[in-house]
């Protein structure tokens, strides 16, 4: 699987960032401490296994937007876009959904096929 696109509609530092285009091969973050690479790090952990507790620190945007965003992927299969809220409030339940290469809703079971087995530890 590889990382094609992402939109980060709030968390933490980040609101409405949007990085498209990313390379084929390594894509490298870097800056300066509390630039936002770590929660970068942790929005895209939170697009595959979800905004569990231990996220909480970074989930609440600092300027606007509400947390989560929409990443775009190409599996074996072809690209699936995933996009993931939660709740304005930041407490409620979380919104998963996902788009197969037809553009049609696709369920869980893509996200549990394009993470192949792969947990969060």
């Not at 933490?12 to 936002?36: C, H, I, Q, R, T």
């Not at 876009?81 to 996902?98: K, N, P």
């Given at each position: 699987?590889?990382?094609?696109?992402?939109?980060?509609?709030?968390?933490?530092?980040?609101?409405?960032?949007?990085?498209?285009?990313?390379?084929?091969?390594?894509?490298?973050?870097?800056?300066?401490?509390e630039?936002?690479?770590?929660?970068?790090?942790?929005?895209?952990?939170?697009?595959?296994?979800?905004?569990?507790?231990?996220?909480?620190?970074?989930?609440a945007?600092?300027?606007?937007?509400?947390?989560?965003?929409?990443?775009?992927?190409?599996?074996?299969?072809?690209?699936v876009?995933?996009?993931?809220?939660?709740?304005?409030?930041?407490?409620?339940?979380?919104?998963?959904?996902?788009?197969?290469?037809?553009?049609?809703?696709?369920?869980?079971?893509?996200?549990?096929?394009?993470?192949?087995?792969?947990?969060?530890?």
């Amino acid at each position: 699987m590889k990382i094609a696109a992402l939109e980060v509609h709030g968390y933490g530092v980040w609101s409405e960032l949007k990085l498209a285009d990313l390379s084929e091969g390594l894509n490298v973050f870097f800056g300066p401490n509390e630039a936002g690479k770590t929660t970068l790090l942790e929005w895209v952990r939170a697009m595959f296994y979800g905004f569990s507790p231990k996220r909480a620190r970074y989930m609440a945007p600092r300027r606007r937007g509400r947390a989560g965003g929409r990443l775009w992927v190409i599996g074996a299969d072809g690209p699936v876009e995933i996009r993931r809220h939660v709740a304005a409030d930041g407490r409620g339940e979380e919104r998963l959904e996902l788009f197969g290469p037809d553009g049609r809703g696709a369920g869980e079971v893509t996200l549990s096929s394009l993470l192949a087995g792969v947990d969060e530890a």
